[in-house]
C-alpha cells in the first residue's frame, strides 16, 4: 500500500475537554450600583426634600434653625409660667417693703417667690398645668420631627454632594433653576425615575407641587368655601392656615381621604359611577372632621397661639415685608398663586410687590380719620413737650409716679396718630399704583382696572392684602370658625369636589395623578378671553378663571427657559412673546416721529409702555432731575416703568440669541464706551468670559421676573381691550399727552453717534427702552424680528455678551457649565459687583428717591 | 410609583384558574431570572446555565415554557393554588387579581428597616366565568389558549422594551437585587401578592404610617 500522503494530518496538542464553569467562559463584570440614587422610591418627598434643603440653604443652616427654635420654645414657655407665678410683684413695685435690715435696696433676687411655694402655686393652677401639658406635647412633637428629620435630610444632603456635586456651603448662592438643571442632568445617568429617560422641570414641579396645584385650582374655581358674605361685615374672606390643614386633611393625606397614596388619586373616585354614594361618604367624613374640630377647640387655641408665636420668626426671615403692618394673606397667597409656581418664586414676586401694594392701601385714608388724629396728635403732643421739657429742666420729675409712663404711653399714641395722616407730599394716583402691583402680582379681577380709585376695589384688595393685626386675629378666630364651616359649607360642596376631582384629575406617566390645570394646556383649560380664543377647546367649567392657565403657562416657560412644552403650547408661547416683542419694539417707534404702524390698532405696549418710556427718557435727559413733587404720581409710573422697560432688552436678550455672534464685533467698540464711563464693569471685563456662562443664568433668572411682569400688564391689556373695546383706554393716555412733548430727547435724536452716544446710558441698560436713538439706524429695517436683532446688536454690549454664553446654556446640547457661585441675591464678587445696576429689579423705589442708576448717568 | 406596572387581564373558567396563572407567572419569570452568577476575585462573575421546559396544559389548549426549576416552580404553585383557594372561598363573583412584583432592597441606616422598594408589578386581574355545556367549555378551552398566547407575546414585548432594570450588583449587593435562595436559577426579587374583592381599600396600617410620616415632614 502506497503511502498516503494528504494535507490532513492529525493535530498534536489535543485540547482537554475542560470541565465547563472555567476560564473559558464568558466572563462579566458588575457594574454594582455606584450610587444609591437610582430609582428612590417616593420622588414626590424625595424632591420636596431637595427643594426645601435648597430654601433652608443647607444642611447646617436648617440643623441650626431647628435646634435653636427648640430652645426658643422651651424659654418662652419657661420664662412666662416664670413670670406668672414666681414673682412677687408687689415688692417690684415697693407696695411691701422687704424687711432687709442691713441696706434698703431692693434686689431681684427678692422679688423670686421660694421655689416651694412657686411650685405649689403652679401645681394648683389647672389651666396652667394644661398649658404646660400641650406645650410639653407640643415640644415633643417638634423634638420627635425634629430628630426624624435630621434622619431624612442627611441623606439628602449627602445626595447634593455626591450626586448633585453640591457643597452645602455653596447651596445658598445657587439658584433652584441650576439645582433643577443638574437633576435633570444625572437624571440620564442615575435613573432616579425609572419611568423615563429623562426628567422635565414640568415634573418635578408637578412632583413638588401636586396638591398645591390642587389647592390653586379650587380657589380659582370657587370651590372652596372661603368667601362669605355675612350680614354685618359684607363680602369677606376667610381663609386661614388651619382651614388650610383640615382641606388638605380631608383631601389628600388624612384617613380616608381622596388620594390613596402621595401620587394617586384613589381608583373609585376616577369613576363617574357611584358619585352620589362617594359624596354622601365625602360629606359624611366632613362632619366627622368638623366635630372633631369643634371638641379639639381649646386644644387647638393654645397650640395655634404657641405656634403663630413659633413660626412669626420664620414668617420674618422668609418674607422682608412681613416686618410692615400688612401682609398677603393666606387667600392672597393662593389666589395670586400661578400653577406650577415654587413657594420661593411666589415670595419675591408677593414681596416685589408690597411697597406698592401698601403704598396703594395708604392712599385710602379717611379724611375724617385724618382731622381727629390731627387733633389727638396736636394735643398729645402739647402734653409730651411739657413732660418732656419739664424733664429736662429737674430730672426728679421723672420720679414721680406715671410720668415715664405717661410720656411713654403719649409717644404711642402720637405714632399712631401719625399713621393716619397722609404724607403731605403724597399724590393720590391709585390707578398707576395699582398697575405696578398688578405688574407683580399678576392677577386681578377685570372690574378693579379703571376703578382703582373707590373703595370697594380698595376693599377687595384688603382682601388679599390684609393687616397683620387681622391676619393674627383670624388665625385666633380659627379653631372656632373652621368647625362650623367644615359643618355647614364645605359639607354641601361634597358633590361639587368630587366632580372636580374627576374631572381634573389626569394621570401623568411618570408623575402620576395631577390636577389638569398644572399641564397648563390651552387648549383644555384657556379662557377665550385670555388670548386663546380659537385654540381653547374648554367648556365653561373646564376654563380656568382670570386667564390663569394662560398666565401660569408663561410664567413656568419664562422661569425655565430649558423646558420644552407640547408643539401647541410651543406655539402659543412663541406667538405672544413675538407680540409682545413687536409690540415693544413698537412703543420706540411710537415716542418717535419716524414711526412705524399707525395701521395697527394703537399698539397695547405702547399703552403700557409709552408713559414710562417717555417718562425714562425724561429721566435721561434731566438726568434724575424731577425733584418736584408733582412727579411723584408718576414717579410710581416711573418705577413701573422701571420694572418694566428692562423687558424689551430682556426680550431682546432672550430673543435674540441667534444674533449674538453678529453683535460679537460691536463688543469691542462697546467696551471701549462703556469702559469710558467706568461703571460697568460688566463691559469692563468683556475680555474674561470664564464667569460669563454663570452670570447668564443667574442673570436670566433676574430678568424672568420682569420678563414675566411685562407679559401679565400685556395680557391683561389685552384682555381688557377684548372685552371692554376702548372704555378705559383715557386712563393711560393722559398720562402719556401729559410727558409726550418731553419725550423725545432733542439731544438724543440729535446724537451723531447713535451708538455710542447712546450707549454710556445703557449702563442703566435693563431700563434703556429700545430708546428713540437707535430707531433712525434700525427702524428702517422693517419687520419686527430683524429688528429686535438689529437692536440687540446696536445696543449694548454687555447684552451680547450675555447672548454668547446663552446659546450654550440653552442650546440643544444642554451641556450646562453650571459652576456658578455667584450668591443669589447680590453680588458679592468684586469683579463682578459692577452688574449691580444690571438688577432690573422692579422695586418700587419710593417716587421721592430717585432711581440710583439714574443718578449715575454721566 | 416609581415603578412600572403593567396590567394583564384573562377570563377563564374555575378550573383553569391554576394553570392560566402559572403560565402567566412563568412567563414573565422566565424573562426576568438569570443563571447563578459565580463570582471570581477579580470583581467580575461568570452566569450559570438556565434550563427550560415545556409546559402543556391540561384544561387549556396551551403550551408554555418555563425555568426547569422545580423549587421555583413549587413556590409559584404554592402562591397560585392559595389564590385559586381563596378565589373559590370568597363566594363572590369571582373576581381576583395576583400580582407579581419585582423590588430591590437597599438598605438604610439605623432608625428606618430596610426598604423594599418595587421597579416593576405584574397585574393579573382574573375574571372567572361558569359555563353551562361541554360545548362552551371547548370552545373556551380554545380561547383561552389562544388568549394566553397573545399575553405571552404582550409580556415578551414589554420586557423587550429597553427600560430600567437594576444594575447588576458587585458579590455583597447580590442578595439586594437577585433572589440567591435557589439552587439552580436566580431570578430577580420577587413577591407574589393576591387580592380578591375589587374593594381595595387602604389598610389600617398604611394610613396611620402616612399620618404619622406627614405630621413629621417638614
Given at each position: ?858 | ?47 450559570g446555565t438556565v434550563g427550560t421546559l415545556d409546559i402543556d396544559c391540561d384544561f387549556i389548549d396551551f403550551t408554555f415554557v418555563r425555568v426547569s426549576s422545580e423549587e421555583l416552580d413549587r413556590m409559584i404553585r404554592k402562591a397560585v393554588s392559595e389564590f385559586k383557594e381563596a378565589l373559590s372561598n370568597s363566594g363572590s363573583d369571582g373576581i381576583g387579581q395576583i400580582s407579581l412584583e419585582f423590588y430591590q432592597k437597599k438598605k438604610s441606616r439605623w432608625p428606618f428597616s430596610d426598604e423594599c422598594i418595587p421597579w416593576e408589578v405584574w397585574s393579573i386581574k382574573v375574571n372567572v366565568v361558569n359555563l353551562a355545556n361541554e360545548q362552551e367549555r371547548q370552545i373556551c378551552r380554545e380561547k383561552v389558549g389562544e388568549k394566553l398566547g397573545e399575553k405571552v407575546i404582550n409580556v415578551v414585548e414589554v420586557i423587550n422594551r429597553h427600560e430600567y432594570l437594576p444594575k447588576m450588583p458587585t458579590q455583597s449587593e447580590v442578595d439586594n437585587v437577585f433572589d440567591t435562595s435557589l439552587k439552580d436559577v436566580q431570578p430577580y426579587l420577587y413577591k407574589i401578592t393576591y387580592q380578591i374583592t375589587d374593594c381595595l381599600g387602604t389598610s389600617v396600617s398604611t394610613t396611620m404610617r402616612r399620618l404619622i410620616k406627614d405630621t413629621l415632614a417638614l
Amino acid at each position: 500500500m502506497a503511502h498516503f500522503d494528504t494535507e490532513y494530518q492529525r493535530l498534536e496538542a489535543s485540547y482537554s475537554d475542560s470541565p465547563p464553569g472555567e476560564e473559558n467562559l464568558l466572563m462579566h463584570v458588575p457594574e454594582g450600583a455606584k450610587s444609591q440614587w437610582h430609582h428612590i422610591e417616593n420622588l414626590d418627598l424625595f424632591f420636596q426634600r431637595v427643594y426645601n434643603l435648597h430654601q433652608k440653604n443647607g444642611f447646617t443652616c436648617m440643623l441650626m434653625g431647628e435646634i435653636f427654635e427648640l430652645v426658643q420654645l422651651l424659654f418662652v414657655v419657661g420664662f412666662t409660667v416664670f413670670l406668672a407665678n414666681c414673682v412677687d410683684y408687689d415688692i417690684l413695685f415697693a407696695n411691701k417693703f422687704v424687711n432687709h435690715t442691713d441696706s434698703s435696696k431692693v434686689t431681684l433676687p427678692d422679688a423670686f417667690i421660694p421655689m416651694d411655694v412657686c411650685s405649689n402655686r403652679i401645681r394648683d393652677n389647672a389651666f396652667v398645668i394644661f398649658v404646660l401639658i400641650i406645650s410639653g406635647v407640643f415640644w415633643l412633637h417638634r423634638f420627635i420631627k425634629f430628630i426624624y428629620n435630621v434622619c431624612c435630610y442627611w441623606e439628602i444632603r449627602s445626595f447634593y454632594i455626591n450626586a448633585l456635586k453640591m457643597s452645602m456651603s455653596e447651596l445658598p448662592y445657587a439658584t433652584w433653576q441650576e439645582v433643577q438643571a443638574r437633576i435633570v442632568e444625572i437624571q440620564k445617568e442615575h435613573q432616579i425615575c425609572i419611568h423615563k429617560k429623562e426628567l422635565t422641570e414640568l415634573d418635578i414641579y408637578h412632583r413638588i407641587l401636586r396638591f398645591k396645584n390642587y389647592m390653586v385650582a379650587m380657589v380659582n374655581k370657587s370651590l372652596l368655601p372661603v368667601r362669605f358674605r355675612l350680614p354685618m361685615l359684607g363680602d369677606c374672606v376667610f381663609y386661614t392656615r388651619g382651614l388650610k390643614y383640615n382641606f388638605e386633611l380631608i383631601f389628600f393625606w388624612g384617613p380616608g381621604s381622596l388620594f390613596e397614596n402621595e401620587w394617586s388619586l384613589k381608583p373609585e373616585y376616577k369613576r363617574g359611577g357611584n358619585r352620589m354614594e362617594l359624596a354622601n361618604r365625602l360629606a359624611c367624613r366632613i362632619l366627622w372632621i368638623g366635630i372633631a374640630n369643634l371638641l379639639l377647640c381649646p386644644v387647638i387655641l393654645v397650640w395655634q397661639i404657641l405656634y403663630a408665636f413659633f413660626s412669626y420668626t420664620e414668617v420674618i426671615k422668609r418674607e422682608p415685608g412681613s416686618l410692615g403692618a400688612r401682609c398677603w394673606s393666606l387667600y392672597g397667597r393662593c389666589y395670586l398663586r400661578h400653577f406650577n409656581e415654587l413657594d420661593h418664586e411666589l415670595m419675591s414676586r408677593l414681596s416685589k410687590g408690597y411697597k406698592a401694594a401698601s403704598k396703594y392701601m395708604n392712599c385710602f385714608l379717611s379724611p375724617l380719620l385724618t382731622v381727629v388724629a390731627k387733633n389727638v396728635a396736636f394735643f398729645a403732643g402739647s402734653l409730651l413737650a411739657v413732660l418732656i421739657a419739664l424733664t429736662i429742666y429737674d430730672e426728679d420729675v421723672l420720679a414721680v409716679e406715671h410720668v415715664l409712663s405717661s410720656i411713654t404711653l403719649l409717644g404711642v399714641c402720637i405714632t399712631v396718630c401719625r399713621s393716619f395722616i397722609p404724607d403731605k407730599h403724597m399724590v393720590f394716583c391709585p390707578e398707576q399704583l395699582l398697575r405696578v402691583i398688578l405688574a407683580h402680582i399678576h392677577y386681578m379681577p377685570d372690574h378693579w382696572q379703571g376703578n382703582a380709585h373707590r373703595y370697594e376695589t380698595r376693599d377687595q384688595f384688603s382682601q388679599l392684602f390684609q393687616y397683620k393685626a387681622v391676619f393674627i386675629l383670624e388665625e385666633l378666630l380659627s379653631p372656632v370658625v373652621t368647625p362650623i364651616i367644615l359643618i355647614f359649607c364645605l359639607r354641601r360642596k361634597s358633590l361639587e369636589i368630587i366632580d372636580f376631582f374627576r374631572h381634573f384629575t389626569v394621570e401623568v406617566v411618570g408623575v402620576g395623578d395631577t390636577c389638569s390645570f398644572a399641564q397648563m394646556d390651552i387648549r383644555q383649560h384657556g379662557h377665550p378671553a385670555w388670548m386663546s380664543e380659537g385654540k381653547t377647546e374648554a367648556s365653561i367649567y373646564q376654563q380656568a378663571e382670570d386667564g390663569k392657565t394662560e398666565l401660569s403657562l408663561m410664567h413656568f416657560a419664562i422661569t425655565n427657559p430649558q423646558w420644552q412644552p407640547p408643539r401647541e403650547t410651543t406655539h402659543f408661547i412663541s406667538q405672544l412673546k413675538e407680540r409682545v416683542h413687536r409690540e415693544a419694539t413698537g412703543v420706540s417707534s411710537d415716542t418717535h416721529p419716524l414711526s412705524l404702524s399707525e395701521s395697527e390698532p394703537r399698539s397695547l405696549i405702547a399703552n403700557l409702555l409709552a408713559g414710562p418710556s417717555t417718562l425714562a427718557s425724561v429721566h435721561f435727559v434731566r438726568d434724575g432731575s424731577i425733584t418736584n413733587h408733582a412727579a411723584a404720581g408718576i414717579g410710581d409710573g416711573a418705577s413701573a416703568l422701571r420694572s418694566l422697560s428692562p423687558i424689551s432688552s430682556s426680550l431682546h436678550l432672550r430673543g435674540s440669541l441667534s444674533a449674538a455672534h453678529r453683535a460679537a464685533s460691536h463688543a469691542s467698540v462697546m467696551s471701549r464706551a462703556m469702559a469710558g464711563s467706568g461703571t460697568d464693569a460688566r463691559t469692563v471685563s468683556s475680555g474674561s468670559s470664564a464667569w460669563e456662562g454663570q452670570l447668564t443664568s443667574l442673570v436670566l433668572s433676574e430678568y424672568a421676573s420682569t420678563e414675566m411682569s411685562i407679559h401679565a400688564l400685556y395680557m391683561h391689556e389685552l384682555h381688557k381691550q377684548q372685552s371692554r373695546g376702548e372704555l378705559s383706554r383715557h386712563t393711560w393716555h393722559r398720562q402719556e399727552s401729559d410727558e409726550s412733548s418731553d419725550s423725545i430727547p432733542d439731544e438724543v435724536r440729535s446724537e451723531p453717534k447713535p451708538h455710542s452716544k447712546h450707549f454710556p446710558r445703557s449702563q442703566t441698560f435693563p431700563t434703556t427702552v429700545p430708546s428713540p436713538s437707535s430707531i433712525p439706524t434700525s427702524a428702517s429695517a422693517g419687520g419686527s424680528t430683524t429688528m429686535g436683532q438689529e437692536r440687540v446688536s446696536s445696543h449694548s454690549g454687555s447684552q451680547r455678551r450675555y447672548s454668547g454664553p446663552n446659546t450654550d446654556s440653552v442650546g440643544p446640547g444642554r451641556k450646562v457649565v453650571r459652576s456658578a457661585r455667584v450668591p443669589m441675591g447680590g453680588w458679592a464678587e468684586d469683579g463682578q459687583a459692577a452688574p449691580r445696576q444690571h438688577e432690573p429689579l422692579p422695586e418700587e423705589g419710593s417716587e421721592d428717591e430717585m432711581p440710583p442708576h439714574i443718578h449715575k448717568v454721566t | 410609583m416609581n415603578c412600572r406596572s403593567e396590567v394583564l387581564e384573562v377570563t377563564v373558567e374555575a378550573r383553569q384558574v391554576e394553570e392560566a396563572m402559572l403560565a402567566l407567572l412563568h412567563t414573565i419569570l422566565l424573562h426576568r431570572s438569570t443563571g447563578k452568577f459565580h463570582y471570581k476575585k477579580e470583581g467580575t462573575y461568570s452566569i450559570g446555565t438556565v434550563g427550560t421546559l415545556d409546559i402543556d396544559c391540561d384544561f387549556i389548549d396551551f403550551t408554555f415554557v418555563r425555568v426547569s426549576s422545580e423549587e421555583l416552580d413549587r413556590m409559584i404553585r404554592k402562591a397560585v393554588s392559595e389564590f385559586k383557594e381563596a378565589l373559590s372561598n370568597s363566594g363572590s363573583d369571582g373576581i381576583g387579581q395576583i400580582s407579581l412584583e419585582f423590588y430591590q432592597k437597599k438598605k438604610s441606616r439605623w432608625p428606618f428597616s430596610d426598604e423594599c422598594i418595587p421597579w416593576e408589578v405584574w397585574s393579573i386581574k382574573v375574571n372567572v366565568v361558569n359555563l353551562a355545556n361541554e360545548q362552551e367549555r371547548q370552545i373556551c378551552r380554545e380561547k383561552v389558549g389562544e388568549k394566553l398566547g397573545e399575553k405571552v407575546i404582550n409580556v415578551v414585548e414589554v420586557i423587550n422594551r429597553h427600560e430600567y432594570l437594576p444594575k447588576m450588583p458587585t458579590q455583597s449587593e447580590v442578595d439586594n437585587v437577585f433572589d440567591t435562595s435557589l439552587k439552580d436559577v436566580q431570578p430577580y426579587l420577587y413577591k407574589i401578592t393576591y387580592q380578591i374583592t375589587d374593594c381595595l381599600g387602604t389598610s389600617v396600617s398604611t394610613t396611620m404610617r402616612r399620618l404619622i410620616k406627614d405630621t413629621l415632614a417638614l
